[in-house]
């Protein structure tokens, strides 16, 4: 069974700082992906890596996929309220659907 | 356009009811997918059809069955509804049957079960 543990759990900051949530593995992926989910909806697919080293950026925040592609991290520069949701990480090997991770609650307060 | 829906948005029922959930999806995926979300926010995996072909049952309780009457919508009948089965449900839809490049969620069912 593979598994994802996301860290921190809960995460509470202001306007304006910087933060970065890890996903990490003992097992190998062939891809990782990024998810927020707001209160009431589902969740949204914000990147996919695929690469080991790989690093994509969306405005403010930066993806990188571990180089032996079992772990990831997620850095918000400058976070706003608007990033506020709950960061999903999941992974995908060849025959089996996506392992997600518990989730990282994200609060930011203006 | 939305691209993946469901219907209906909040359920609320007695145990012991039969109930049933809808989903369609508009972009074309071949896989679409049945998932729980508990209270502590986690996301599992219970059914994955694709082109109308069950290709994932998780260990699900049999009162739970999934159908896809084309590859476009996959629906969900719960049979004899029990509290524990209270929970957020969300359909998903993938290009490719491992969700390897993603998967697309529509906004979930909240059931309630009294």
């Known amino acids: 069974t593979q598994l994802l543990e996301q860290s921190p759990q809960f995460l509470s900051i202001q306007e304006g700082e910087n933060l970065t949530v890890y996903c990490n593995s003992s097992?190998?992926?062939?891809?990782l992906q990024w998810y927020r989910q707001e209160p009431g909806e589902g969740p949204v697919l914000l990147v996919t890596v695929v690469t080991g080293g790989e690093v994509k950026k969306l405005k403010r925040l930066t993806f990188q996929f571990g180089d032996a592609r079992k772990d990831s991290s997620l850095h918000i520069t400058a976070a706003q309220p608007g990033d506020t949701g709950l960061y999903l990480c999941a992974g995908a090997t060849g025959y089996s659907t996506l392992t997600f991770g518990k989730g990282t609650m994200l609060l930011v307060s203006p | 356009d939305t691209a993946v829906s469901q219907t209906p948005k909040y359920l609320v029922t007695q145990m012991g009811n039969d109930k049933s959930i809808k989903c369609e999806q508009n972009?074309?995926?071949?896989?679409m997918y049945w998932y729980k979300q508990d209270s502590k926010k986690f996301l599992k995996i219970m059914f994955s059809?694709?082109?109308?072909?069950?290709?994932i049952n998780e260990t699900v309780p049999n009162r739970f069955s999934p159908k896809s009457p084309d590859k476009a919508h996959l629906n969900l009948h719960i049979n004899s509804l029990e509290l524990g089965d209270s929970a957020v449900y969300f359909c998903?839809?993938?290009?490719?049957?491992?969700?390897?490049?993603?998967?697309?969620f529509g906004p979930g069912t909240r059931l309630t079960v009294l």
């Open positions: 097992s190998v992926f062939s891809s």
């Open positions: 972009l074309g995926h071949d896989t």
């Open positions: 998903a839809s993938s290009l490719f049957r491992t969700g390897t490049l993603g998967q697309f």
């Open positions: 059809y694709n082109n109308k072909e069950l290709i």
